[in-house]
């Protein structure tokens, strides 16, 4: 089964500071990627994805994610972070040919201080 | 975006009550709804698949019997906790994959269950 792993739980950065946070999965075959950003006591939105061709993609915001395929990664990544950055960021894979499943990694909660 | 619904937001419930979470799909039709589990200050662990007119498919490890899901129409599945104990309490989310499916799912705001 697919894995999906995000190495910094948490992150705090002052306003203004980049980010980036890292996105390493384990399937081996076609997938689709994704990231979700998770505001206090709000549900689940999606920041970007990527399907098929350029492997930087733009999301809301001003997110950025780039797809490494060689190195199996999608990290994110915001020049300037704003305090209203303040939330925890999931990164997800659907691997297309191993039953199309949506798997989660563990969740970077990031702080951003003003 | 699409929007999906859930209802309850919040529902405190005794030890041994059942417990119905709603999962809608306001504007769009949903061929496959999926339900989550988030304990705290962890991720989403997928519970179970649900199709339109089919039973459920439920991950390894999640009680069939206890998590009840039925998906009766195209906009709505629900998520039954039979017999509730301390230990199910925790953020149930559900997410519903468009039927002209684009690789995108669309997620609910969320449950919070809390049995007392």
């Known amino acids: 089964a697919q894995s999906v792993s995000q190495h910094n739980h948490h992150v705090i950065l002052s306003e203004a500071a980049s980010l980036e946070l890292g996105c390493n999965y384990s399937?081996?075959?076609?997938?689709?990627l994704f990231w979700y950003v998770q505001y206090p006591g709000q549900h689940l939105q999606l920041l970007l994805k990527?399907?098929?061709?350029?492997?930087l993609v733009k999301g809301i915001k001003g997110f950025e994610a780039e797809f490494i395929k060689s190195k199996f990664s999608f990290n994110l990544r915001k020049p300037s972070v704003q305090w209203s950055d303040t939330a925890e960021y999931f990164c997800?894979?659907?691997?297309?040919?191993?039953?199309?499943?949506?798997?989660f990694g563990g969740g970077t909660r990031l702080m951003v201080k003003p | 975006g699409a929007v999906v619904s859930q209802h309850p937001s919040w529902v405190i419930c005794k030890s041994g009550t059942s417990v119905k979470i709603e999962c809608r799909s306001l504007?769009?039709?949903?061929?496959?709804m999926f339900w989550y589990r988030q304990f705290p200050k962890q991720s989403l662990m997928l519970m179970a698949t649900?199709?339109?007119?089919?039973?459920?498919?439920?991950e390894q490890g999640v009680e069939k019997d206890k998590f009840l899901i039925n998906h009766a129409s195209l906009t709505l599945s629900t998520l039954t906790v039979t017999s509730a104990h301390p230990e199910d309490s925790s953020f149930y989310i559900c997410?519903?994959?468009?039927?002209?499916?684009?690789?995108?799912?669309?997620f609910g705001e969320g449950s919070r269950l809390t049995v007392l």
């Open positions: 997410s519903a994959r468009p039927i002209d499916f684009a690789g995108e799912l669309f």
């Open positions: 399937y081996g075959g076609t997938v689709n």
């Open positions: 990527y399907f098929s061709g350029d492997p």
């Open positions: 997800a894979v659907n691997a297309i040919d191993a039953g199309n499943m949506l798997t």
């Open positions: 504007d769009f039709q949903a061929t496959t």
């Open positions: 649900s199709n339109e007119g089919s039973k459920a498919t439920y």
